[in-house]
């Protein structure tokens, strides 16, 4: 656990001593197909990181990010767009404090549910203890002008690490909530309760009220890898939660498991990758789904090639029909994010070459069976882990994008819009 620490807190913290000469990308031309990318600009201060990108009800994009800057205590922040009329407010400020912890890999989420309310979760440092930190929770009843309803997910009181959370609506007022959950790694609860894996990162979830009050922690694995992200989609059946496990063996592919009638069913993986590494790769799995259908796309080096892989549920993740290589080679990186919608899926990922990293964005058929088009989306002046993870969302009309760039030293946040 310590080696997640430090390489969450170096992904971070590295930022501001990277050079970057890039500005923002001009418009790209296509490949082939009938969709373009413009340049998207976002409120974020110079300094800011960690985005998170969402829709919400009424043609609504929510943006959420830390904005960091040097002298300055550490702030969480939020805007909202649409097409219509652009930013529809300053941007606002959610919670303050240097115990905010400012992270590339575990980031911030929003949500929005079907009553109005926004919610967010972020990562929260314990006082005195610079390995261990919370997940936190906060409701705003009125569009995010207030967040005067906070709570902590994890109920353990321990100096332990809990983070990398997912977010789904649960009916019209409420939220889910999973999250890596370290209370058992020094033995305790783990061993107490009769789990078999005593010592290891646990992936817990939960249901939280509109009033922030918590029903009963679900074990969902209870050895998973340490410090790769966790991601939901909401199916036809109910939440599907994807994350990579961790064998007794050391083996850590990608499991899924579906919360059906309120029980969280057994997780299967998703392909049998074999791969096995003793550090965690900072590098979770993403996932989007539409009725029954469900894609999941993530990254391994089994065999020894950096490869990114997608794979298609139409049951709704029962089972997965045989992985696409998305892309493979040296230049991949394990950052990549995926989304649905009528006509097509969406996959965004990070390529570094010796010219610099690229963000690529690709459309495939729904079936997967066919890639429809590939972008290049920008060049960034940012490199290795200073471009953290890139945010996808996509609507009708097509997909936005952000992510991390660095430009004169300092981070900034980037976004484009990808329309026909």
């Not at 702030?75 to 115990?99: C, H, K, M």
């Not at 993530?298 to 020894?304: I, V």
């Amino acid at each position: 656990m310590t080696t997640r620490t430090a390489l969450a807190f170096a992904l971070a913290f590295s930022l501001p001593l990277l050079a970057a000469c890039k500005r923002d990308a001009q418009p790209a031309k296509p490949a082939n197909g009938d969709y373009a990318v413009q340049t998207w600009a976002l409120p974020a201060e110079a300094g800011s990181v960690a985005p998170d990108l969402v829709t919400a009800p009424g043609g609504r994009v929510l943006l959420g990010w830390i904005n960091r800057r040097e002298g300055r205590r550490n702030a969480l922040q939020f805007a909202s767009y649409t097409d219509e009329t652009g930013w529809q407010s300053q941007p606002r400020t959610i919670a303050v404090g240097n115990a905010l912890v400012a992270s590339a890999a575990d980031t911030p989420h929003l949500l929005a549910t079907p009553d109005g309310a926004l919610w967010v979760q972020w990562p929260q440092a314990l006082p005195d203890d610079a390995d261990g930190y919370d997940v936190v929770l906060a409701r705003s009843r009125d569009g995010g002008v207030r967040w005067e309803q906070i709570t902590r997910v994890n109920n353990d009181g321990m100096e332990a690490e809990h983070g990398f959370a997912s977010l789904w609506p649960d009916g019209a007022d409420a939220l889910g909530i999973a999250w890596l959950d370290g209370r058992a790694q020094d033995g305790g609860e783990g061993e107490a309760q009769g789990h078999h894996a005593a010592g290891a990162m646990q992936l817990r979830a939960n249901r939280f009220d509109m009033d922030l009050q918590r029903g009963t922690d679900a074990v969902v694995d209870a050895r998973t890898c340490d410090c790769c992200q966790t991601a939901v989609a909401v199916t036809a059946r109910g939440p599907l939660l994807a994350y990579r496990d961790r064998g007794d063996d050391e083996t850590r592919d990608i499991a899924v498991s579906r919360l059906e009638n309120g029980v969280w069913r057994a997780p299967k993986t998703v392909h049998a990758d074999g791969w096995k590494t003793e550090a965690c790769p900072v590098a979770g799995p993403a996932l989007a789904a539409a009725g029954n259908a469900a894609v999941v796309l993530w990254y391994s080096e089994a065999g020894g090639t950096p490869t990114l892989r997608i794979a298609r549920s139409s049951d709704a993740g029962d089972s997965f029909a045989a992985p696409v290589t998305v892309d493979a080679g040296a230049q991949v990186l394990g950052r990549a994010a995926v989304a649905i919608d009528a006509r097509q899926v969406w996959v965004a990922w990070l390529r570094e070459r010796p010219q610099g990293q690229t963000l690529v964005l690709a459309r495939y058929a729904p079936d997967l069976s066919k890639k429809l088009q590939q972008l290049e989306v920008a060049a960034l002046g940012a490199r290795g882990l200073a471009s953290g993870y890139p945010k996808l969302a996509v609507d009708a009309g097509g997909a936005w994008l952000a992510w991390t760039d660095v430009v004169d030293g300092a981070a900034h946040l980037k976004g484009a819009r990808v329309t026909r």
